[in-house]
C-alpha cells in the first residue's frame, strides 16, 4: 500500500472536463494576461472572502510584499512576525528593507501568541503579520486590539487559511491589506504560481493594481516604480471553476482531521492539533507533534506513507538570516515546533481506509515506543 502525501484526485477528477473547458475558452480568446478571467475571479473572491477588493498576483509571495509596499515601509521599521512560518512571510519583509522581529507562537495552537506582541514593540515597529498556521485563524480580536492600541497596521498571512473564521470574519479581511496564495497544494490551488492580495481598502487596493503591472493604470503611462507580478488568465479560469467548490473541500478536509483526531487519541507523548475557543481550522495540514519525529516520519516513509515537516527550519536559524545574528535557542518555541513536528497526509476526500491505515501505522509505531 502507498499512501502520498497529497493526492489531487478526488478534487480534480471530476473537474476535469470543466477545467480543461475553461483552458480551451483562455486558449480560443486569444488573450492571456488581465482579461475578463482575472476580473472575473477577483470579483468571485472577494465576494467569497467578505472584502470589497481582490487583486489577482503571480503568487503569494508577491501579494505579501506588495502588500507591504502599499503600505510603504520602508528601511529602519520594524514588523512583527511569527518565530515560527514559512520564510515568505519574512521574506516580504526583508525586500522592503525593513526587520522581520520574531514573535513566539501560542503553544497549542501554533499561531502568533497576542499576549507576547507588546513586548516586541518598538518606536520602529510598523506592523504585525499574523499567519494563519496549517489553516487555523488566529485570535485576530486581541492581535487587532494591540494594533489598534499602538498605531500598527495587520497585514494577514492568508495563503494556509482560505475559509478559516475567527469569530466569524473570515481570515483575510481583517487586516488593512491581506495575502493569498494559490500554490497548487494550498486549499484553494491554481495549476501553477498564482496568488492575490484582499482588502476593503479602495486606496490601498488602486495601489496594488498599479504596483502589480509595471506600476501603471494607463498602458504606457508609468505612475510609480512597479513590478510585474500578474496573475495569469489561464490560472484565473482554472480557479474560478474550483472556487466554488471550495466549502465542500473545506469540510472534507474537516471530517479527515476529526476521524484522525478520534484514531490518534492517546498514543504515546503525541500532541495533536488544537483549536481555539474563537477560531476554526480549515487544515490546509494536519500537523501532529512528538519528541519521536523523526523515528516516526522514518517508520511511516517504510510503510509506503508520506509525510513531510513544516518546518525544519524557522527563519532566524536559516542562512538567510544569518546577518540577524539571533543565536540558537532565542525562540525556543519555534525551534521545539522545527524538531518536533510532522504533517500526515491530508486532503479533500481522503478516504477513511487510507485515513486508518495511516492512524495504524502510528498505532503500531507508538506500540514500540
Ligand atoms: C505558500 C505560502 C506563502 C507563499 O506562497 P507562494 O504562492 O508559494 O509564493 C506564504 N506564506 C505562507 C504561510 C505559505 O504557506
Redesign the pocket.
Known sequence: MRIPFLSFSPQHDPLRADILAAIAAVYDKQWYVLGDQVKAFEQAYAQFNEVQHCIGVA??????HLALEALQVGTGDEVLVPSN??I??WLAVSFMGATPVPVEPNPDTYNLDPTRLEAAITPRTKGIMP???YGQACEMGPILSVAQKHGLWVVE?N??SQGAQWEGGLTGSFGAVN?T???P??NLGALG???AVTTKRTDLATRIQTLRNYGSQRKYYNEVIGHNSRLDELQAAVLSVKLPHLLTWTRQRQEVARLYNEQLAGLGDLVLPAVAPGATHVY?LYVVRTHHRDALQQHLTEQGIGTLIHYPIPPHRQEAYAHLQIPAGAYPLAEELAATSLSLPMWPGMRPADISAVADAIKSFFAGH
Open positions: 503568487n503569494g509571495l508577491d501579494a505579501l512560518t514559512y515568505a512571510t499567519v494563519h498556521l498571512d495563503a494556509q495575502a496564495s494559490f500554490y497544494g494550498k504560481d498564482a496568488g490546509h
